[in-house]
């Protein structure tokens, strides 16, 4: 008995100090939010397209039947750091032929159009989420967010933030590759 | 006197500033109360330690305006914190539910105190038992008693 006891500190200090290398991982981000929706189907939202804008708005429905995987991206003009976001995404479009749909969030129309037009359009297609209810249905925090949707229409991946810098845009290259079945 | 009246009262003062914008509250006092008890128990996704009833944080807005919407619609206040738990999961709850996954969260505390008792308990009994262990055997309380009384008395001479 009394020996068992004398190895207990030794066993407190193990667990314990195992408990901080946990706590102490710069991999693990506390402020990290688990989306629900991973593998689940995108959820029920229709919006209107942006009014002046040349591409189709977006609904469920343009989110299953793809032949592969979509990247839908939550964006707004007021959002600095979308701005940064809009060259990485455009990269992806323009070298990877990847299929970008826009969620425009709380954004006047007249202010995304300006924006699109100084920039370029990525975009295959934008609803226009003017009262962020399509916002809370995909259970987003902010903006930028951008997630990564299969071909059937489920949800595989998020992002939440601008993919901005070289460890943003590997981690999210990585997901989409997977998502892609490592095809390319 | 008024002084310290005064501060107390300016010091509490900001607890009465409030998130909730008046065009966000119900015309119905009892739907009101309900949205405000439900806003309580909702976390901000943003702030992430404020409840969205005191945060000024836009997607906490738009929580609360979509909590008083679906109570306008009927929805009872369980089905209400259903239906943001379904779209932002267990961390929008502020007090988490019970699962397997937060076994440890909820029975941590328990286990803990039951341990602290436990040896806190074990180390007063041990120090008990030793102080009356320490105890003197009557032969040295004679001694100890005649050394006193030698004293005493070598000191009033």
Redesign the interface.
């Known amino acids: 008995m009394k020996r068992m006891l004398a190895g207990l500190p030794l066993v407190l200090a193990a667990i314990l100090g195992a408990f901080f290398l946990w706590g102490l991982d710069p991999e693990r981000d506390p402020?990290d939010?688990?989306?629900?929706l991973i593998s689940h189907p995108v959820?029920e939202f229709a919006l209107d397209p942006v009014p002046g804008l040349d591409v189709p708005g977006l609904a469920t429905a343009d989110l299953s039947g793809n032949p592969g995987p979509v990247v839908v991206n939550v964006f707004a003009s007021w959002c600095v750091p979308c701005k940064a976001e809009h060259a990485v995404l455009s990269r992806f479009v323009e070298r990877d032929g990847v299929r970008l749909l826009g969620i425009n969030y709380?954004d006047k129309p007249e202010d995304a159009l300006r924006w699109l037009a100084e920039l370029g359009n990525p975009y295959s297609a934008i609803g226009s989420d003017l009262?962020?209810?399509a916002?809370?249905?995909?259970?987003?925090?902010?903006v930028p967010e951008t997630f990564i949707v299969g071909g059937d229409g489920t949800v595989l991946y998020r992002y939440v933030g601008p993919i901005v810098g070289e460890d943003a845009v590997a981690k999210f290259t990585l997901a989409l590759q997977q998502a892609q079945g490592g095809l390319s | 006197m008024r002084a310290v009246v005064l501060a107390v009262l300016l010091a509490v003062l900001p607890m009465l500033a409030q998130a909730v914008e008046p065009d966000e509250i119900l015309a119905d006092p009892a739907l009101e109360a309900r949205a405000r008890v439900i806003s309580k128990q909702l976390r901000c996704v943003v702030c992430q330690s404020q409840d969205i009833d005191s945060s000024n944080a836009g997607v906490a807005r738009d929580l609360r305006l979509l909590v008083r919407e679906r109570l306008t619609a009927g929805d009872s206040n369980a089905e209400v914190v259903d239906y943001i738990h379904a779209r932002y999961g267990d961390f929008v709850l502020l007090k988490p539910p019970f699962t397997r996954r937060t076994v440890v969260l909820w029975l941590a505390p328990l286990v803990l105190i039951f341990a602290a008792v436990l040896t806190g308990g074990l180390s007063l009994s041990r120090a008990r038992r030793r102080r009356t262990d320490a105890a003197l055997d009557p032969e040295d309380e004679a001694r100890i008693a005649a050394a006193m009384d030698r004293y005493k008395q070598g000191g009033s001479e």
């Open positions: 402020n939010i688990p989306s629900v959820p709380k009262d962020g209810r916002g809370i249905e995909w259970g987003i925090s902010g």
